[in-house]
């Protein structure tokens, strides 16, 4: 079995998605030999302050607003079992486990790098739930977005002191039976671990990262839908043409281009040159330049995420230097340094992003549907709903309906949760960036997207029977169109008369989510 070995330096988006998507039987993970002696020397700094009695945020005094009263030694523990507890106060539905699974990565990998002041035992058992499969349940709302994702990563934390609710092996259990079940043990916190443990960006990281692995493979899907239902309407592939994109060199229009050329290659069912019908519509004519600007987005959020992933984001970070370096040789400089990177404004502002380019593939396609089911429209390359006996048969016209509903829905939530802002704290966290938010709006807008691409696909190859019925015979569908289209026809007849429409669209959708499925594991 394959091991990932984290230094809070080098984790890919790939290892992310194989323990997400794996399970306790897929990766296991482990802590570098060097990630060790990093933990183990912020450890002993935190003890070094608290032997000479020196006033550190978060761990001589209170959080946020009681940041100016003083913890006395003895109630040091104390504190930071308080603050995971205090803050577990999330509400809604919980994450699922993939989701869980990489919180706890992507927060062991945070505090692997070595800043955080966590003791290797604490960090070694969050690894060791993780390869057993102790999933924290966490629900999903109630972060801000700074300081980080405080209640879900609360919830978290709860579970490793034997507090809170996990499942294991299917089961939801109390936090310490959980521990239990899979021959673990809880810790007690010591210095600076509660804010440690939930403090950081990383609840709207993990799920920015699987939504944004899901948007690499929509953005594909999207491509080939559009191609599809290019081929029923008859159109052109002149507007692909390299020469037009060069000529507006935006890298991901000319990619995007260059996909449709290829995605169409061989097809029998696209119009040659026709001087009583020279251009398509927009919505055929244009998906390099609006395909290739959503991909844009969904770039810019895989580049961020990429750097986020090995960003330390907790507050206050331990700096320490030997004593030959900065000090007078006599003590080890140790500085407890107070900074704002649990802010989670960097991610919000991509993720609304994204959200709006997917809102907007979503608006393309489901306009390609309209174009589908309208006779008007489509000069009567289709029938009427794409039904043969119109009247008695409504066929594929409330399929449009359906979409429509959908991209209203999208539109909605893609008004920026970014631009809001609710102090907190006393107005001490008086700018919050409401980036988890965003990242489950972004979920939203995703699993929308592939409900209208599915739809889409559902009218494209009735279409696509409905010329061909009309031809005499079977034209050969592009290179990239015709295995999707043999993959729908696997599953979805052709549509004669009306039936009940409902499995039918759960088949498309099993098609969509086997498509993003197979290429984002």
């Known amino acids: ?24 039987g897929g990766p296991s993970v482990t802590l570098s030999g060097q990630a060790s002696e990093n933990v183990n020397r912020a450890a002993a700094a935190v003890d070094t302050l608290l032997e000479r ?56 990998n945070t505090l692997a790098r070595g800043f955080s002041g966590i003791r290797l035992e604490t960090l070694e058992l969050i690894l060791e739930c993780l390869n057993r499969g102790v999933h924290p349940i966490i629900p999903e709302k109630g972060s801000l977005g700074a300081s980080g994702d405080l209640a879900p990563l609360a919830h978290f934390a709860c579970v ?33 671990e509660g804010l440690a443990l939930t403090n950081g960006t990383t609840v709207m990281t993990a799920i920015g990262l699987l939504e944004t692995a899901r948007a690499i493979k929509l953005a594909d899907l999207v491509d080939i839908s559009g191609c599809l239902s290019l081929e029923a309407l008859n159109g052109t592939t002149s507007a692909f043409d390299e020469r037009i994109h060069q000529l507006r060199p935006h890298p991901r229009q000319i990619d995007c281009a260059r996909n449709l050329r290829n995605i169409l290659a061989g097809s ?16 055929l004519r244009c998906m390099p330049q609006v395909h290739g600007a959503c991909r844009d987005a969904v770039a810019y959020a895989e580049w961020l995420i990429k750097l986020e992933l090995n960003a330390v984001t907790d507050n206050p970070l331990i700096f320490v230097s030997e004593p030959s370096e900065k000090s007078d040789g006599r003590e080890t400089l140790i500085e407890v340094i107070s900074g704002g990177n649990f802010h989670g404004e960097p991610l919000a502002l991509a993720f609304d992003y994204l959200t709006i380019a997917l809102s907007d593939l979503g608006n393309i396609s489901e306009r390609r549907i309209m174009r589908l089911t309208d006779e008007a429209s489509n000069a009567h390359v289709l029938p009427a709903f794409l039904t043969e ?33 609710i102090p907190s704290s006393a107005n001490v966290e008086d700018h919050v960036s409401m980036g988890l938010t965003a990242a489950l709006k972004l979920r939203q807008v995703s699993e929308n997207l592939e409900t209208i691409l ?38 979805i007849p052709f549509i004669e008369n009306d039936v009940y429409m409902k499995p039918h669209i759960e088949s498309a959708s099993v098609v969509v989510r086997e498509f993003v499925q197979e290429r984002s594991a």
């Open 160 to 192: 490793l002191i034997g507090e809170g609710e996990a499942e294991v092996n299917g089961e939801i259990v109390p936090g310490r039976a959980a521990l239990s079940k899979a021959g673990l043990s809880p810790v007690v916190l010591k210095a600076k």
């Open 454 to 491: 599915a739809l889409e696909l559902f009218c494209a190859a009735q279409g696509i029977d409905l010329r061909r019925k009309q031809a005499g015979g079977e034209k050969r569908l592009g290179n990239g169109t015709m295995p999707v289209y043999a993959r729908l026809r696997e599953r």
């Open 1 to 24: 079995m394959q091991t990932i070995v984290i230094d809070g330096e080098s984790l890919t988006f790939e290892q992310v998605l194989a323990v997400a998507y794996g399970g306790p």
């Open 268 to 283: 029998e069912m696209v119009r040659g040159f026709d001087p009583t019908n020279v251009q398509d519509a927009y919505t």
């Open 389 to 421: 006996h119109g009247g008695l048969n409504s066929g594929f016209m409330i399929v449009q309906y359906t979409a429509a509903a959908l991209c209203t829905e999208n539109k909605v939530l893609a008004h920026p949760a970014s631009v809001d802002t």
């Open 53 to 108: 009695g020196e006033i550190a945020y978060g761990i001589t005094t209170g959080f946020g607003a009681f940041k100016n009263k003083i913890i006395s030694r003895d109630e040091v523990e104390q504190l930071q079992r308080n603050i995971v507890v205090s803050h577990a106060v999330g509400v809604g539905k919980p994450f699922d486990t993939p989701t869980v699974r990489a919180i706890m990565l992507i927060r062991a």
